[in-house]
């Protein structure tokens, strides 16, 4: 049966992307991931995917962001259907924060990294004709999408120890949160989909960061972010397994019962490692 979500949110403009799941589910090589997922969020919304670690919580992300492919059910991401229009996912949406795929590199500045994001944009996300524009036309392009998502992030590089040259080593965790935002939001995504949000932040870092997310959705961006605890505000989507409801048969023998039991917990170990195994888009 599908996880119902919490409805909530603040409905965004007309550029963000309603979201929508039943059934959604994905399974790797040493069990499921998550499963069981239903989801009805408008355009504009803040989802949260609430769960302890190791319940797929960054899974359902990237599925729904177009970079996992799911077992069963289906999902919708603005007129998108998954998993037959992944691609398509991937052009309207982008990750932030998340381990393995959006690493920030220690040894390369913040200005080298929103450089960077820039031309990678302009490069392979931009149209034909953008790339034959006038040099000029295109630094003033660039410059312009990285103030707009500092801004948005944000993130102020003149409160930094070096400015711009600020290694992102030196980086506190949270303003490296916010550039890991900025660099996705280069990109002008519909969907932003973010990990970890409140890993290893003081209570009032996590107020600031949902604050952050609450203000991109606000804005038209639909955000969907990953948590151990979700604001009452959001859509909340949790990923933690149900128990199953035990038969009569189980009631009546013992040990039949407790084995069961014990095969149960081997396979919630066996899920936190689908991350791990299962592909990427």
Do not use: Y
């Not at 965004?12 to 994905?26: R, Y």
């Not at 259907?81 to 949406?93: D, F, G, T, W």
């Not at 390369?108 to 034959?132: C, D, M, N, Y």
Request: charged content about 25%; glycine content about 10%.
């Amino acid at each position: 049966m599908p996880v119902p979500a919490r409805r909530g949110g603040t409905v965004g403009e007309h550029h963000g992307v309603a979201v929508s799941a039943e059934g959604f589910g994905l399974k790797g090589p040493r069990g499921w991931a998550f499963r069981g997922i239903g989801i009805a969020a408008e355009p504009g919304s803040l989802i949260a995917v609430e769960g302890p670690s190791g319940s797929g919580r960054t899974c359902l992300l990237l599925a729904l962001s177009g970079r996992m492919k799911p077992t069963e059910g289906q999902a919708t991401v603005g007129s998108f259907r998954l998993p037959k229009q992944m691609s398509a996912v991937r052009r309207i949406s982008a990750p932030a924060h998340v381990p393995g795929v959006t690493d920030l590199d220690p040894a390369l500045t913040v200005g080298e990294h929103l450089l960077e994001r820039a031309l990678l944009q302009r490069r392979f996300g931009g149209s034909l004709r953008g790339l034959l524009r006038p040099r000029r036309d295109r630094v003033t392009e660039a410059k312009l999408r990285i103030d707009t998502a500092l801004t948005a992030a944000g993130l102020d590089r003149e409160t930094l120890p070096k400015g711009s040259r600020t290694s992102v080593r030196d980086l506190e965790r949270l303003e490296a949160l916010r550039l890991s935002v900025a660099l996705a939001l280069i990109g002008r995504p519909r969907l932003l989909a973010v990990d970890d949000l409140d890993l290893k932040l003081s209570d009032a870092e996590r107020v600031e960061a949902w604050v952050l997310l609450r203000s991109l959705a606000e804005s038209g961006t639909t955000v969907v972010a990953v948590c151990s605890e979700a604001p009452k505000d959001a859509v909340v989507v949790s990923t933690e397994p149900k128990a199953e409801p035990e038969t009569a048969a189980e009631q009546q023998h013992g040990d039949e019962h407790a084995e069961n039991t014990d095969n149960h917990e081997n396979d919630n170990k066996e899920t936190a490692d689908a991350f791990a195994e299962t592909g990427l888009a």
